[in-house]
């Protein structure tokens, strides 16, 4: 029998914007979320596309992982996932989107824009959420929501 799904605890954001500046303000955003929810999870920012892509294909492996625990004689499934911010203001940023989701198509991807305009390659790429810059804790709080049961329960079967 497989254990039950209790939840999910982000253990890992990563923040990729081709601007310092914006990555800064994205991350201090997203850094805010975990500080205000007391979450120990770790924040990469990344503005590099090559180094970013770099990691994400040396690191495919651990983006789901499970902790299963057993309360009250039940076993229990917690899985425990990153998730990626990443800013499309440009048809370089975007191809990186591209990239990463060919590289894992389980990982929860928000993407960050200035505006609008890339709706529809959002839902494309199976983004939880188009955030319009800049981000503010409650952006970043409305779009970890979108990480419900379901998202987790496909994480957790691939």
Same mark, same amino acid.
């Given at each position: 029998?497989?254990?039950?799904?209790?939840?999910?605890?982000?253990?890992?954001?990563?923040?990729?914007?081709?601007?310092?500046?914006?990555?800064?303000?994205?991350?201090?955003?997203?850094?805010?979320?975990?500080?205000?929810? $007391?979450?120990?999870? !770790?924040?990469?920012?990344?503005?590099?596309?090559?180094?970013?892509?770099?990691?994400?294909?040396? $690191?495919? $492996?651990?983006?789901?992982?499970?902790?299963?625990?057993?309360?009250?004689?039940?076993?229990?499934?917690?899985?425990?996932?990153?998730?990626?911010?990443?800013?499309?203001?440009?048809?370089?940023?975007?191809?990186?989107?591209?990239?990463?989701?060919?590289?894992?198509?389980?990982?929860?991807?928000?993407?960050?824009?200035?505006?609008?305009?890339?709706?529809?390659?959002?839902?494309?790429?199976?983004?939880?959420?188009?955030?319009?810059?800049?981000?503010?804790?409650?952006?970043?709080? !409305?779009?970890?929501?979108?990480?419900?049961?379901?998202?987790?329960?496909?994480?957790?079967?691939?």
């Amino acid at each position: 029998m497989e254990p039950k799904l209790s939840g999910y605890r982000i253990t890992k954001a990563f923040v990729f914007d081709l601007d310092p500046a914006g990555c800064a303000a994205s991350a201090a955003a997203v850094w805010e979320y975990f500080a205000d929810k $007391n979450i120990d999870a !770790e924040i990469a920012k990344y503005t590099d596309s090559r180094a970013f892509l770099k990691y994400f294909d040396d $690191n495919r $492996n651990d983006t789901v992982c499970y902790d299963v625990s057993h309360v009250k004689g039940e076993a229990v499934r917690l899985i425990l996932i990153r998730v990626v911010f990443i800013c499309v203001d440009s048809m370089m940023a975007m191809e990186v989107a591209r990239k990463i989701r060919e590289l894992d198509k389980v990982t929860p991807m928000f993407m960050i824009s200035s505006t609008d305009d890339y709706g529809l390659e959002a839902y494309r790429l199976k983004m939880l959420n188009l955030i319009i810059k800049p981000l503010t804790l409650e952006s970043v709080r !409305e779009s970890v929501k979108r990480i419900t049961p379901a998202v987790i329960e496909y994480a957790g079967k691939m």
